[in-house]
Antibody
């Protein structure tokens, strides 16, 4: 079955960096775009970034553009988010999610369990 | 950026009753609208895409309707497992944007 497992979360100081990862299994990873979505404590969902199936196109939310970088390794079925210049407001659970259904239907049909990133001094 | 507004923020419903959740977009999105369910401590789950198509395995008591800028998610005969937070999401344009959520709680 489809499985997405995030890892790499933790506590980081303001201004620091962190890389979170998402391991995919149970589907042909190289056929799917992948997204990162976060959820601050007690808050709603915020889309952050997407990377196309082949890694050739990436888009970001304004809130993270220039600080966060999404990447993928199709040979390992992994997607990553490199996060720099972290701020307190980046504290959240970070989810990776698959762009499912079809190319024109950009809904997130499978999600990982999330990894918590806490930015605090 | 297309803003998504959900109402009400909280909906109190008795088991067995129906619930109607609303989602409004700041610009027309056609039928490029999805709905998700999130239970405490869990990741969101896709319920509906294309405004009205249920994802695989989603019970028929969940139904979506609407087009343009006004959308509705109806849950008929609420079961105990349906009490959760529901989010709408547009995919007519980047960035993808979510509504603030509607919490469906037990009355």
């Amino acid at each position: 079955q489809v499985q997405l497992v995030e890892s790499g979360g933790g506590v980081v100081h303001p201004g620091g960096s962190l890389r979170i990862s998402c391991a995919a299994s149970g589907f042909t990873f190289s056929h799917y775009g992948m997204n990162w979505v976060r959820q601050a404590p007690g808050e709603g969902l915020e889309w952050l970034a997407v990377i196309w199936y082949d890694g050739n196109k990436k888009l970001y939310a304004d809130s993270v553009r220039g600080r966060f970088t999404v990447s993928r390794d199709n040979s390992k079925s992994m997607v990553y988010m490199e996060m720099n210049s972290l701020r307190a407001e980046d504290t959240a659970v970070y989810y990776c999610a698959r762009w499912g259904i079809d190319a024109a239907t950009i809904v997130l049909d499978r999600w990982g369990q999330g990894t918590l990133v806490t930015v605090s001094s | 950026e297309i803003m998504m507004t959900q109402s009400p923020a909280t909906l109190s419903v008795s088991p067995g009753e129906s619930a109607t959740l609303s989602c409004r977009a700041s610009h027309t999105v056609g039928t490029k609208l999805g709905w998700y369910q999130q239970k405490p401590g869990q990741a969101p789950r896709l319920l509906i895409y294309g405004a009205s198509t249920r994802d695989t395995g989603i019970p028929a008591r969940f139904s979506g309707s609407g087009s343009g800028a006004e959308f509705t998610l109806t849950i008929s005969s609420l079961q105990s497992e349906d009490f959760a937070v529901y989010y709408c999401q547009q995919y007519n344009d980047w960035p993808l944007t979510f509504g603030g959520g509607t919490k469906v709680e037990i009355k």
